[in-house]
């Protein structure tokens, strides 16, 4: 198939992962591996971090509420130092945004398509530049894996589904983007998910 658009999550695909930073946090504490994800994903949308993604919340009113969130859960955090060595952990990775770049010398449009929150920062994201679509879900209102903000990103890049590569490194995101028709690769092992990417598009990405 001949492919038109690419579209990557940040953390954990374009960004290094702030899920690692999340497991070594949990291990530091004596806290169970994966009682942070479990919580955000129990909470659903009444949750606090779903309403930081959705720009409902910001960092402030965030914390004490996510920490709230993990007590009735049975376990305590601090949500800030949480977040403080996630963001240590978010460094580019130089492998993909080169992908990125060889993507749009062949002429294929790129996206970013991430659940993030207000920083706080009025500037615009410095990973912009580097794609044709940036879709951030606490502008949006809307997160993965609610389908509408796939069919956004889709809209705005003006491509089908089924011409279109997604990247996340989290499985239900990647549901959604299967179910509507994506060519979707889970983003484990960053240099095993570029391969993929290659054999997909079916030039060097390197």
Known sequence: MSFQAVIFDLGGVVLGSPLHAIAHYEKELGIEAGAVNRVVASTGEAGAWSKL??????????????????????????????????????????????????????GLRTAALTNNWATGDPGPNPLRPHFDEFVESAIEGLQKPDPRIYELV????????????????????????????????????PAEALSALQNQVGFSLS
Do not use: H, Q, W, Y
Not at 85 to 95: D, G, L, N, Y
Not at 154 to 172: C, H, M, P, Q
């Open 154 to 189: 889709l809209g705005r890049l003006g491509v089908t589904a089924e011409k279109s590569v997604f990247l996340d490194d989290i499985g239900r995101n990647l549901k959604t983007a299967r179910k509507m028709g994506m060519t979707t690769i889970k983003v484990d092992d």
């Open 53 to 106: 993604e959705r720009g409902i919340f910001d960092l402030e009113e965030f914390f004490p509420a996510f920490e709230k969130d993990c007590a009735a859960a049975g376990f305590t955090i601090s949500a800030s130092t949480m977040f403080e060595r996630m963001a240590v952990e978010s460094a580019p990775r130089p492998t993909m945004l080169r992908a990125i770049e060889r993507l749009r010398e062949e």
